[in-house]
């Protein structure tokens, strides 16, 4: 799960937004950072973490809850 987004470090480039395959991120263009908008959804992948260029995300490395198999 995504455990926090610095806005202040966040430069807004969308790379988090793009490289989540959950779709957990979102890009305010009018506040100039990208904001969790599902955490819920989060798979704790670390892709966001991983690829952001300020580290301005940060992943906790447990869930909190047991993700459903289909």
């Known amino acids: 799960m995504i455990e926090s987004l610095d806005q202040e470090k966040c430069i807004a480039c969308g790379t988090c937004v793009e490289i989540c395959p959950m779709d957990a991120l979102r890009l305010d263009e009018e506040a100039g950072y990208s904001v969790i908008r599902y ?32």
């Open 39 to 70: 955490p819920g959804d989060c798979q704790t992948c670390y892709n966001c973490e991983l690829e952001c260029p300020v580290s301005a995300i940060r992943v906790a490395p447990f869930r909190k809850e047991r993700i459903q198999a289909w």
